[in-house]
């Protein structure tokens, strides 16, 4: 198998790259693409050394089994022809084509079929939020039909990218040394020490670009009437997302029910036991694959009403974990 990986200097790139040599994906050949500033860079990959190239449109990507992209919606949109003209699958993580009719849009532990045959050789990786929401709703989902879902995210620096990481470890470095922050780029606002109630673009609804994917890519991917409600915030944490999630089923389902569903999902891992203080928190859910899940109780203000706590990390299972299980399951489905 011939596998490409287009912007592989990112934090999703890298990832992306760690993740294949973890799951030891079959790998014959490993294509690594990149921007001008990239390009000439050397990875190693299994003790192998692979150099940059720069990302043009020409037959570069002849020979290619599956193409994993993370440079962006503009460059997806740009280069997807040119990536998939010769039977590539190309696996976005960018917004580029989400809601497009014809480009599935995949959580394995969801929707894996949907993945197999795509129409423009094109699959789409959902936003990180919705990712992580979506595997802790699907095994509830089998209890009773979800009807309505109000979350609210706290979203970490990575949720933006490297060069966000580094400039909230740069503000916190000029709050200890000049007691104030001058570098102010990547977010609208200073972000240490703060939070900020606005994550993508305003629409004209005053609710943000990543609040409508909540909405409208849940429906895509659990094939439903669902409706979310969703207010997202940058918070100062480096690493993980984690959100607050108020759900109301049809039917009245107990605790104990929803607690078991999520210990046996695929994905989840149930951490609750709050009067011993034990809940998932960002911290540990760095680096690690599942989405932890915990204070689950009984919503006071819904008959059918369920809430409860979750937290992933969003650079993995939000992303590159998740592109590359779509890849695992189309090369044994193909094989």
Not at 91 to 114: G, K, Q, T
Not at 179 to 207: C, W
Not at 257 to 273: F, H, Q
Not at 326 to 332: D, G, K
Request: aromatic share 6%; hydrophobic share 40%; with cysteine.
């Amino acid at each position: 198998m011939r596998v490409a990986i287009v912007g592989i200097s990112g934090a999703v790139g890298q990832e992306l790259l760690r993740i294949l040599c973890e799951r030891n994906f079959p790998i014959d050949d490993l294509v690594l693409f990149g921007s001008a500033r990239s390009a000439g860079r050397k990875y190693n990959f299994k003790g192998k050394d692979y150099e940059v190239r720069l990302l043009q449109h020409n037959d570069d990507f002849k020979g290619v089994d599956i193409a994993f992209t993370s440079a962006g919606a503009g460059t997806s949109k740009e280069f997807a022809d040119t990536i998939t003209k010769y039977g590539a699958v190309m696996i976005d993580n960018s917004s580029a084509f989400r809601m497009d009719a014809d480009v599935p849009l995949v959580v394995p532990e969801i929707n894996p079929e949907d993945a197999l045959a795509p129409p423009r050789g094109i699959i789409a990786n959902p936003n990180c939020t919705t990712i992580m929401m979506v595997v802790v709703l699907n095994p509830i989902e089998q209890l009773s039909h979800i009807r309505r879902v109000h979350v609210a995210s706290y979203q970490s620096a990575s949720g933006a990218g490297a060069a966000a990481m580094a400039e909230l470890e740069q503000q916190y470095r000029e709050m200890m040394i000049e007691g104030k922050v001058s570098t102010i780029d990547k977010f609208p606002h200073q972000l240490a020490y703060n939070v900020i109630p606005q994550i993508d673009r305003m629409t004209e609804t005053d609710y943000t670009k990543e609040e409508m994917k909540m909405y409208h890519e849940t429906r895509k991917i659990m094939h439903s009437d669902i409706r979310t409600s969703a207010t997202c915030v940058r918070v100062s944490s480096l690493r993980s997302h984690s959100e607050s999630v108020w759900l109301e089923t049809e039917s009245p389902l107990t605790v104990e029910e929803v607690r078991a569903a999520i210990a046996s999902a695929p994905g989840c891992r149930l951490k609750d036991n709050p009067q011993r203080y034990i809940y998932p928190m960002p911290l540990e859910s760095a680096g690690k694959d599942d989405i932890f899940v915990g204070r689950i109780r009984k919503d006071l203000a819904a008959d059918n009403g369920i809430t409860l706590w979750l937290t992933g990390d969003q650079i993995r299972k939000g992303a590159a974990l998740n592109a590359v299980q779509i890849a695992e399951y189309l090369n044994v489905k193909n094989n």
